[in-house]
């Protein structure tokens, strides 16, 4: 294993070419006055795995692809998306 560092995150936007937006959500309690804090940070990732909005990914950063790609999709943890076939009779 590697000492890059690894996230885990959200697919919230797949509309780019082999380019996601994982929205990253840290918690985490204020030192001083002890109140629970919730950020978030939306980066850009390299997808060559074809992941779907709502999928959650772990990403790794990786060498600059781009003007803002630092991160690589490494693996999709959930798929949100569940496949729903229909079937459709024939001879209607």
Do not use: F
């Not at 074809?50 to 990914?57: K, M």
Request: one cysteine or more; hydrophobic letters at 35%.
């Amino acid at each position: 294993m590697n000492n890059r560092r690894r996230l885990t995150g959200v697919v919230t936007s797949n509309k780019m070419m082999k380019t996601v937006v994982v929205e990253i959500t840290r918690t985490y309690r204020h030192p001083l006055y002890g109140k629970v804090v919730h950020t978030h940070s939306r980066v850009k990732a390299h997808d060559e795995l074809g992941c779907q909005i709502g999928d959650e990914v772990q990403i790794v950063e990786s060498r600059p692809l781009s003007r803002e790609k630092r991160w690589v999709v490494e693996t999709i943890i959930k798929r949100e998306g569940k496949l729903v076939v229909d079937t459709i009779e024939e001879g209607a």
